[in-house]
């Protein structure tokens, strides 16, 4: 292990793997703009927050070529992953335009099971001893994920730019998914057409309800607890009613998983109990359909596969950086 970070390394040039896959993304997602422009409701800042993030990718390519060193090969890449944080409610500003299908998978849960997992899980353990554990769970997503991606920088150096980009462009796909497919899910759908009608097992189509409305229901559990209130705030502030099916939560946790299995199973197994309380929290929380979670683990190994491929076939082999060249 190499903790100089400092040290000059031999200069990489062109794009990174995961500035490359970003800076696709935003052009689609431009493109897509111009295509919907009249129908979107605020198109113009769109283009331009697009535009100050190519700007800032190449502001931090110049800054990596005066002082290349790991900490700004690093600095690159978690700049396009801290970027994610942009793009996910981004995916609304798409997806409210179109009719959702939350009552299409609803129904499909009631037909599957017979109830509603969402509901009848958070009634039969209300307790703070359920409560609290699963929604810390829940919590640590992003703690999951920073904690990966860190070991891999300071162990696994040789090997960072592949897990930036695999994991990058996970969210990616997930994102174009949910684009397309708009499901709010449970915390949003059923203050949407009442606790009556889901009751009732009635799942009325809501057209484009969600174009102009986003309630979200009060999240179940012990509302007195500290993880309860934390997950509450945090949704408040960037939840948005999208990305429901399949579950990002569930899908990207689990290839955060394999990844820490691949290079240290200590690691893995550590961080098992927090994915376990996280891929239960989601269903707990009324965030997902249950559904949604095994489409999530799924989901998770077709883009872990096809992620790695196309790193291994587009950057590692320099196909790619040929023809940006």
Known sequence: MDLNWFKRVDQKNGLFAVESISLIYNAVTTVMIFFLFNRMD??????????????????????YQKYPCRISAFARMA??????????????????????????F??????????????????????????????????????LIAIVTIYYFIYRFDLFEKASFVLVTA???????????????????????GMDNVMAENFPAIGDYFNNNSILLPKPGYNHGFFYNLVEASQEVGERPTAAFPSSHVGISTIIMIMAYRVNR???????????????????????Y??????GWISAILIYMVSTWMYKRWFASGVFRKLIE
């Not at 700049?79 to 299409?104: C, I, K, S």
């Not at 239960?280 to 929380?285: K, L, P, R």
């Not at 249950?290 to 489409?295: E, G, K, P, S, T």
């Open 42 to 63: 605020h198109p113009g800042v769109m283009l331009i927050e697009r535009a100050c993030i190519v700007l800032i990718t190449f502001a931090m390519i110049y800054i």
């Open 79 to 104: 700049v396009q992953m801290g970027f994610l944080a942009y793009w996910y409610p981004d995916t609304f500003e798409f997806n409210r335009l179109f009719p959702n299908l939350d009552h299409l």
């Open 106 to 143: 609803a129904s499909a849960e009631q037909f599957i099971f017979s109830f509603q997992p969402s509901v009848n899980f958070s009634e039969m353990f209300p307790s703070m001893w359920f409560s609290e554990p699963f929604n810390m769970g829940y919590f640590f997503y992003y703690p």
């Open 171 to 193: 969210f990616f796909i997930y994102y174009l998914i949910y684009i397309f497919l708009p499901v709010a899910g449970p915390q949003f759908y059923f203050p949407a057409i």
């Open 266 to 288: 200590k690691l893995c197994y550590t961080l098992l109990p927090l994915y376990f309380l996280l891929c239960c929290a989601t269903v707990y929380i009324q965030a997902h």
């Open 290 to 295: 249950l559904i949604d979670v095994f489409a």
